[in-house]
């Protein structure tokens, strides 16, 4: 009895201490693909790796731990998008809104980031390592003004 009792707590266990993790929704990622349209969406966890997402509408979305590595961002409207824990590195950002986006240990080692908006951005730990930044209000240390350098974005 006891020798059932242990094997049962051995399958059962795991299952008692994993915590749920919420994944992607399929049919939010197939509509990001088709139309470069996701508002709003729930797209945490997506693979994404290497997807053109050219001018994507992601305004608010769900991109928490997403994988974008090497995907193409340029003209991407991320605004007020929960990118914390997402992978970015070697993506292509240029003209990316960013405005009030949590970036909080995003993964941006080796992207190019040029001419986009973080204005009011979240980048907390954030990985820049060899990213190529350029017209982009991103840099290590000092404190950020509160003066937006993008008016026209507003």
Same mark, same amino acid.
Request: hydrophobic share 40%.
């Given at each position: ?11 059962? !266990? ?25 508002? #709003?969406? &729930?797209?945490? #966890? ?13 305004? %608010?979305?769900?991109?928490? %731990?997403?994988?974008?590595?090497? !995907?193409?961002?340029? /003209?991407? $409207?991320?605004?007020?998008? $929960? ?18 986006? +949590?970036?909080? &240990? !995003? =993964?941006? !080692?080796?992207?190019?980031?040029? &001419? ?10 954030? =990985?820049?390592? +060899? ?7 991103? %840099?290590? %240390?000092?404190?950020? /003004?509160?003066? +937006? ?6």
């Amino acid at each position: 009895m006891i020798k059932k009792l242990l094997v049962a707590l051995t399958v059962v !266990a795991p299952l008692l201490f994993t915590s749920s993790v919420k994944a992607e929704n399929p049919q939010h990622v197939q509509k990001l693909l088709e139309t470069r349209e996701c508002v #709003g969406c &729930d797209l945490s #966890g997506a693979n994404l790796r290497g997807s053109h997402l050219i001018g994507a509408d992601l305004r %608010g979305a769900n991109l928490r %731990g997403a994988n974008l590595e090497h !995907a193409n961002l340029e /003209g991407a $409207d991320l605004t007020r998008a $929960d990118l914390e824990d997402a992978k970015l590195s070697s993506a292509f950002l240029t003209n990316v809104n960013f405005k009030q986006a +949590n970036l909080n &240990d !995003a =993964n941006l !080692a080796s992207a190019k980031i040029y &001419d986009s908006n973080v204005y009011e951005a979240s980048m907390e730990d954030m =990985n820049i390592t +060899n990213a190529e930044i350029f017209h982009t209000g991103i %840099g290590i %240390g000092g404190e950020v /003004g509160d003066e +937006n350098p993008f008016p026209d974005w507003d």
